[in-house]
Each structure stands twice: as structure tokens, then as C-alpha cells.
């Protein structure tokens, strides 16, 4: 009864009411979803369950809130949007944890984002042992971050840069006109330099090897920078002209230093080596803050512990009965009550994140290297201590990354958010953790056009009697409808058609691991988090069939510089033809690249429209349906079909191009018509109607068949990569491949492949990639679902436990052999899928 809502009374009532919602796909949704309760929203990939958590209820949160600050401040918020919906009621402040990878280059870590970092510098501070004679420091003396604390040398980055004849001359067997002196400048500064050491008399046509070393020295290392006037060579129509020499040391060293372009440090620091600092050892820090210890350690040590044994370290110091009180003579504070006070703080919050199954990352650990998964969850245990309550948490699947044995902990620490007075709100996919909901809302029944309602709120019982809802038989039918595995649709086994064998693996975790990996079939790794999953199959495997195609994996693939490979011997990789990580990178950072254009199916799209007799008569080929170059596109928004408001300040604010209003494309373009519709249209449609649309089209409709197979056809044609979700974008890379002739033989790598997805879009991955199996391909997936694992024809187990506990195989085999194993933790929850 709406009439009710503009009474205060409805504040107390406990609900959180939503009416009229229409962001995205809802379609004028209303519902009551409880307060001070952890609520599931579930429903399949698209279906608009985040369009409604987060794209409503928490956006509207923050729009309250944003407008309640001074409008000065504003600017300084980064600012979401205005949802679509007519009015809720009932709603507190809100705060979204989103899976979101920490951006490469950031200097954050474990410690910081916990803020434990924090606490470790005051214990080292106020109740370190300082060396005799020294005085105490403060506690910003101990981070790298702060001028008072960085090494003076590195400036906290731990890194040294250092130049070399080898680095800056990587082939000594070129002549400097040849370009042997890599790490100049090109082009014409660089002839410009080749021709001062011409004027100086120096040779620059033999081979530099060739040169005498005191020759060599000087052009690299020189300090002098004379001015000469030269005579350019060869080129007889420049006049002379006065140039200054930089020696390749001076120029690199220069450049890093001064240059304004990202791109032209990158370009230097490839011609410099990179190790520890020699000054701080890596550390980053001074040398007097690294000469206090506590409990024996340095802060540095502290920093490189796995949680789990600086909790063992801080516990003394937590437990001591009777500590002293502290006076600034003493050298060591390690038994006064600051030192009990802090340590028992630190070790309060050290467990929370031992609950979650962390306790294998390091305090020093750089966020750019964590999964999401690894990461939200680290944001969750900080919320526990943030002393909020009242608020509502919107959190993203909290469950993604989490072997079976995890989920209970995470479930305990929500339940600990709840019970300090806030509510929960997850979009979860994973069963045990909805089932253990106080209360459900259920959206769909399908994805895009086809969802966007709410099908049933209410305790999670209900939803038993809903029959529409595509979630219900995952809840409650018994035995659970199946995941498509070989064995269910040929009695046969599969045999593996070869195996590739890694000998010695040291990575990471792993010390010396041997692992068989089988060919031709579907292979699950499966382990707690941290147990090495992803450094033996995405970074080992991966590295070495690629080393083995003498490619190099696709660019952007890694985050950060690569470590080298350690591993003693490899065989059998060699009769792998191709190498396709599938990950949940987005496809493009950009809204220029899209669905259409990442897959190929635009190229065909233009080739139709200039095809047309329209565009034959006008004179306009394939280019001109293009919204990335000029010709085609609307000039006002240059094809982005939004334009950036510079309204009230507000940072981010876009809107609509009034030229084309929105379309990308100029009149001329969209005149052009096939079968009635123009290229803006037919970006506008989603693929399934496209897939109706296209169908006499065979290049586009065998890309949008592919799509429509892996469950995406829903999503738009036109929709921005930066729209879509870790998993839409799997799926899209997954469909891309899906779409190429299958030839030959290749090795598929995914990454928790079902993240995201509901339990039926499960399904339809799953036939998806034994389809790939069956056309003779090989698909290793590191997976915790365990319907997926029980679906596989082959499982590798590592743990037992994460970190320095882990890195080990402990089950191999047919996933009915690796249910029966003990000592896997893997074992039990695997038998129960196998039911
Ligand atoms: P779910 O969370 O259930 O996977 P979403 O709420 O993300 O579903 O999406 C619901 C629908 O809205 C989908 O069709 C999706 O493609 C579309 N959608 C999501 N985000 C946007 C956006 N920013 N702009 C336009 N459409 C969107
Ligand atoms: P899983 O995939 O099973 O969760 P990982 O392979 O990510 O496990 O991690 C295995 C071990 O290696 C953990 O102790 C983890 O902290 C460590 N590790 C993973 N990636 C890195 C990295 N980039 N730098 C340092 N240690 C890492
Ligand atoms: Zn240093
Ligand atoms: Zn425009």
C-alpha cells in the first residue's frame, strides 16, 4: 500500500521499500526486502539482480548521501548515478563491496587496504627493541610510503634501476648506425646523436663490439654533454645545426626523470635492469627503522610472514599477564601494555581474516596480484571492525573463489556484520550460501528482455512453490538436476590422448612439484584458496606450452612484469598447437570496444550495410559504418554517442550527444538502411533478435549463435565492455573462440569459469566445453564448484591448505577416485556432488 510510504511509521517497520524500479532491464519493479537480515538476490546472468542491488537500492543510497554533502565537497566524491526507480522508503546508508581488482600500478597491499599496516608500525614504534644509543621513531618512520620513512636511495619502492652495457646494447654485433645503442631515442634525435659522434671521430660503422672499451665507456657513460655544430650526413638539403650529446646513461637516466610520457619511461626502463635496492634490501625503508625488532623481527620480516605465523608471533605479547608501563629510556618496549594493547588488537583482527582462509598472504603482499575474490574478502573483514552499523552491505557473490571448506567462515563473518545492527544484501549464486539467507529475492525468469521482475521475496522456503523461478530446483530438488559430463552421454570414460608433464615446479608456493596434466580431456584443479591453483595452471602451464609455441601470451594478459619461470623439465607439450587463457579481464577499457566489436561480428555487420544499394550509390564502403573513425560517425561525440557534461562540477557526469542523440552516427550514415533497420539499430539490438535479424547473414549469424550458446542473448550488440561483468566477458571470449573453424589441437585455460553464473548457466557453459573437448581440444579449469569438478574427466587436488601448508598434490584422478581420497579436503563435498 503506497499511501503508507509517506508516513514516518514505515521507517521502524524494518523494510526497505522499492517501487517503480526501471534501472536497465527491471521492469517497474516493486518489492520489500527486510532490514537488519542478510538477504540473497538470486536469478540467472542477466537477469537483473545487480540492476536491482546495486544498481538501484545501493545507487540510491549513495545519491542521498551524496546530495547531503556540501556541494563543495561533491566534487571531491567520485559520483555514481540517478537510478531509475519512483521512490524507496525505509533506506539507510549503504556500502558496496564489489569485486574489483586493485589497479596495477598501485602501491597498496594487504596491509594497507586492512589498515593492519598501520598497527605493525605503531607496535614497532612506541614498543620496538631499539639498538643501544638510538632514539625512538615515529611510526610514519616505518612505512616506505612516507618521506620519513623511505630509503633514501630507492625512495620506498624497494626497486633499483641500474644501467649496463648489456641493457642499453642489447647486440653488440650491430654498428651504433645500425642502432646498436638500443636505449637511444629513435628517429631523428637519434640521428642526431649518431651524427655528433661522427663529428667527434668516432666510428659508427663497424660493429660495436669492435670499438675499443674506452670508446664503448664514454658513449655510454659519459657525464660530459659537449655541443657541436654538425654537418647532418647523407641528407644534403638540412643545414647545419648545433646538438648537444647525451650519453645512453644520461638519456635513460634523464628521461625516467623528467619525461612527462608514460609511454617513453616504459620505453627506458626496458633498457635498464631492475633488482633489490641494494641500500634497503628491497625493503624500502631507512636503515634506522629497519634496526628496530620486535620479538626478534624486523618490520620487514613482519611484512613478509603469512598472517598465520605473525599470529603466532604477536600472541605471547597478547597474553602477557603482567606488563610494565612505558618509559621513553627504555630500549625496549616489547612487555609494557602498549605492546599488549596493540598485539591483542592486531591478532583480534589477524583472525578474521585466518576465518576466511587468508592466513597464507603477507602483510606486504601488493593488492595488484590478488584475485577479486581474495580481495573483497579482505574489504569484508575491515567493514567488521569499521564500527558501522545501521548500514546496508550490497556485496557481490562473496562466495566467488571459495573451496566448500570456505564457505562457512564467510557465512559466520556476515552474520557478524548482521548481528552489530546492519544488513546484508548479497547477489550470490552459490546454493549453501543462499540457502542459509534469511530471506530471498528471486529475479528473473530469464536474462535481459526476458527478466527483469521479481518472482518471489520472502524466507527461502517459499521459493519451493514458485514454479516460474529457474533458481527453485537448485534449491530444493533432490538429486540436483546434473551438469552435462562425458560419462552422462557415453558410458565411456574418455582416455587421454597424451599427457604433458612438468618436472621440478618452483613457483610461488610450489617447492619442487611434479604435476601430469592429461591431453583430450576435461581436467578440474581444485584446492582451498592460496593452495597454488592458479600459480601451477595460469601462470606454470600456461608459461610453458607458451614458451613451447615460441609465443608470447597475448599482450595485457599479465599483470605486471613477469617473474621468471622456475621449472627443471617439461615433456608432451609439443603436440599443442595453440594456447587460449580464458579470463575474466574485461574485454576492453573503453565503451568504443564492445560485444560486436571484440567478437569480429561488426566487420560483418558493415560489410552488409555497404553492401547495400544505398551505399553503393551514395559511394560508401565497410569504413563508413565504422563509429571509431571519421566519415561515418557523428563528429560532435566523435562516436561515442555521449558526451561529458561540465555541469555543476560534477566529475563523470555524461550525457546523451545532442548531435546524434546517442546513435554515434551522422544523418548521412543512418540513412542507409538494410531490411528497414540502420547500423545504430542493429547495435541496439540484443543478440537474439539479431540472431533473427542476421540469419541470411552466415559470418554474423554463426558469431551470434556461438553467443546465444554460452547464455549471453541478452546483451546488446552495441553494450560497452566497461558495462559488463567479469563473467559476461568469460563468456564473450569463450563465444569468440566457440566461433573460430576448430583446428588442430588447442590447450584451454579458465579461471574459475562459473563466477557469476547461476547454477543453469552452469549447465550451458559446461556442454560448452566438453564440446570443445569432443572436437579433440584439451580444457583445464581451476574451479570450486563442485558440480564442475564431478563433470570433469579428471581432477588434480593441491593443498592441504593455503600457502607455506599448501602447494601439494593430494588427489589425482577420475573425480569418483579424488572423492574417495583422505587427506583431501577436497574429498567429501566431491562425493556429495557425485550424490
Ligand atoms: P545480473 O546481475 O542478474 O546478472 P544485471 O542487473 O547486471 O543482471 O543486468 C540486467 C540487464 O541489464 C542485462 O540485460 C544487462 O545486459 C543490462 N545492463 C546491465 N548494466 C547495464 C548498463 N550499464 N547499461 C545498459 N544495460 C545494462
Ligand atoms: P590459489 O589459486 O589456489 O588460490 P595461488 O596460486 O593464487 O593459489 O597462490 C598460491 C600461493 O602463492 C599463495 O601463498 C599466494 O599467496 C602465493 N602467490 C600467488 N601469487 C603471488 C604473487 N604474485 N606474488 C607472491 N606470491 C604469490
Ligand atoms: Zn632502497
Ligand atoms: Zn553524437
Redesign the pocket.
Known sequence: DDSQLTTPAHQSDGFVRVRGARENNLRNVSVDVPRDAIVAFTGVSGSGKSSLAFGTIYAEAQRRYFESVAPYARRLIQQGHNPKVELISGLPPAVALQQRRGTASSRSTVGTVTTLSNSVRMLFSRAGTYPEGSSQLDSDSFSPNTAAGACRECHGLGVAHTVSEQSLVPDPSLTIRDGAIAAWPGAWQGKNLRDILTHLGYDIDVPWRKLPKKHRDWILFTEEQPVVEVTPQRDRVAKPYKGRFWSARSYVLHTLADSQSASMRDRVLAFMESGPCRRCSGTGLIPEALAVTFAGRTIAEFNAL?LADLADIVRPTSELAQAGTASRTQRSGESNEVAVTITRDLLQRINVLLDLGLG???LG??TP???PG?MQRLRIATQLRSGLFGVIYVLDEPSA?LHPADAEPLLEVLEQLKSSGNSVFVVEHNMDVVRRADWLVDVGPRAGEGGGEVLYSGPVEGLAGVEASVTRPFLFDAPQPSVPSSRSRSDEPREPAGWVELEGVR????QGLDARFPLGVLTAVT?????????????VLGDVVAASLSTDRTAGEQ??PA?PLHIRAVKGSNTIDRLVTVDQKPIGRTPRSNLATYTGLFDAVRKVFAGTEAAQAKGFGAGRFSFNVAGGRCETCQGEGFVAVELLFLPGSYGPCPECEGSRYNPATLEVEYLGRNVADVLGMTVDLAAEFLAGVPAAARSLKCLQDVGLGYLRLGQPATELSGGEAQRIKLATELQRAQRGHTLYLL?EPTTGLHPADVQLLMAQLHGLVDAGNTVVV?EHEMSVVAAADWVID?GPS???Q??RIMATGSPEDVAQASGSRTAPYLAAALG
Not at 613457483?507 to 610450489?510: K, M, R, T, V
Not at 584446492?527 to 601462470?539: M, P
Open positions: 603469512p597464507y598472504l603477507a603482499r601488493g596480484t590478488l584475485s581474495e573463489g613457483q610461488h608456493n610450489l584446492g582451498v584458496s592460496g593452495s597454488g591453483k592458479s600459480t601451477l595452471v595460469g601462470r599483470d605486471g617473474e579461471d581451476v593441491l593455503g600457502g607455506d599448501g602447494g
